[in-house]
């Protein structure tokens, strides 16, 4: 990992003010229309923070032998099991699987708004703060985590280092953003879901749009809106 601020130079009350407004965060209420929905996931954004005063969050690299999604950058995460009482527990149990993070370790604070992705798949983004980060000691899983780094949460709001691509689904276009970010581990490059993931979660806690034009495909609200098509 990155470094870290310590937690008694001064940073608690920046922490406190962010968990009190982001407990504030009422997300869209869903569809009751989930009656088409096969598969459920949630993935952990879990922010810190850094050395600098600034907020950062965590991220993976997957392992490039998984079957999918390999070698790309990713939020802690994965699918719903029968035993996960809800999205948190599926957030907190992957993370603590990937990343070697304890639950007892991330104060959840709000969830998101769920996203449907092209895959017919609700996933969950489950936003947490990592207090003590002294009491983290990453350890990656060396099936499904290549490397572990962490990127601040504001350069998601910047148009810096970034790029869009054009895409269309159902005749109608959207962008995917890409974010290129060199940590002291290595270079990467953030996009897709997670990129617009952490779009909104910036946008939340700073409370401003971004400095580019976001245009986020529909698909994604169709768990709020109940307009999932039919397989």
Known sequence: ??????????????????????????PTPVSDETEFYVK??????????GNNGDLRVILTKRSSSLSSHSGEVALPGGKQEETD????????????????LEPSLVNVVTILEPVF?????????????????????????A????????APLE??????????????????????HYFHYEAENGKYLIWAFTAGVLIRVASIVYQRPPAFLELRPRFWDMAITGDIPKP
Request: a negative charge.
């Open 143 to 150: 099936d499904e985590v290549k490397a572990i780094f962490d």
């Open 1 to 26: 990992m990155g470094s870290y601020k310590d937690p008694n130079h001064g940073s608690d009350d920046d922490v406190e003010n962010l968990v009190q407004r982001l407990r504030l965060y009422k």
């Open 40 to 49: 459920r996931a949630a993935v952990l954004v879990c922010i810190f923070q």
């Open 85 to 100: 009482i809800d999205d948190i527990q599926t957030a907190l149990r992957e993370a603590k699987e990937e990343i070697g």
């Open 155 to 176: 350069m998601f709001l910047k148009d810096e280092n970034r790029w869009a691509e054009e895409k269309e689904w159902k005749g109608e276009k959207y962008l995917l």
């Open 117 to 141: 992705t092209k895959h017919r798949m609700i996933v969950v983004p489950v936003v947490g703060i990592l207090s003590d980060t002294k009491a983290f000691d990453p350890c990656p899983c």
